[in-house]
């Protein structure tokens, strides 16, 4: 059964560093484009990072680039996002998302999420 | 960025009744493959998001035949042929064009 699971969220003060796993089961992640996705509490959804199955092609959001790093283990079939300087408005949920393989994007696995709370 | 725009904000519908969400973006989203790089996605309560419409008008695997996607370049349409209760929650339509993918602010649907 294709399914990720998420870990490593929590509190963290503003400043802080923090680093989100997502474990990947029932299929590889070198065959698949991946994200990072987040949701503000009572808020939309956000596309903050994507990495290629390749490794090659990364993606950031203008609102993360800097502070935050994807990266992915093939050999534990994992994905990370490492954040550095959080602030308050980093406070979400984060999802890891499977995107299809296809010529466009879309996600169809995604996980049950990890929620990060940024607060002093 | 391409800016999404959804509407209407929220959408109450009666079981067995059509349903219809709007999503505008503020650049086509036509691809030279001559597919719409537009998603649609549902977020039922207390769930994470699941995917619904790929390419503008394609279901993904396991979506009932009652959701449909159309339209072309900036103007597309999310419809529910007879609602279900199971069919409440917030619906996202995504662009998937451009590298910075951007998300619609939502449309929550529910029950009268």
């Known amino acids: 059964q294709e399914q990720l699971v998420e870990s490593g969220g929590g509190l963290v003060k503003p400043g802080g560093s923090l680093r989100l796993s997502c474990a990947a089961s029932?299929?590889?992640?070198?065959?698949?484009?991946m994200a990072w996705i987040r949701q503000a509490p009572g808020r939309g959804l956000e596309c903050i990072s994507y990495?290629?199955?390749?490794?090659?092609?990364?993606h950031y959001s203008d609102s993360v680039k800097g502070r935050f790093t994807i990266s992915r283990d093939t050999a534990t079939n994992s994905l990370f996002l490492h954040m550095k300087s959080l602030r308050v408005e980093d406070t979400a949920i984060f999802y890891c998302a499977r995107d299809w393989a296809g010529i466009s994007h879309a996600f169809d696995i995604w996980g049950q999420g990890t929620v990060v709370t940024v607060s002093s | 960025d391409i800016v999404m725009t959804q509407s209407p904000l929220t959408l109450p519908v009666t079981p067995g009744e059509p349903a219809s969400i709007s999503c505008r973006s503020s650049?086509?989203?036509?691809?030279?493959?001559?597919?719409?790089?537009l998603d649609w996605y549902l977020q039922k309560p207390g769930q994470s998001p699941q995917l619904l419409i790929y390419?503008?008008?394609t279901r993904a695997s396991g979506v009932p035949d009652r959701f449909s996607g159309s339209g072309s370049d900036t103007n597309f349409t999310l419809k529910i042929s007879r609602v279900e209760a199971e069919d409440v929650g917030v619906y996202y339509c995504?662009?998937?064009?451009?590298?910075?993918?951007?998300f619609g602010g939502g449309t929550r649907v529910e029950i009268k």
């Open positions: 995504m662009q998937a064009l451009q590298t910075a993918l951007t």
């Open positions: 990495i290629s199955g390749t490794g090659n092609t990364i």
């Open positions: 029932g299929f590889n992640l070198r065959d698949h484009y």
């Open positions: 650049q086509s989203l036509m691809h030279s493959s001559g597919y719409n790089f």
């Open positions: 390419l503008g008008s």
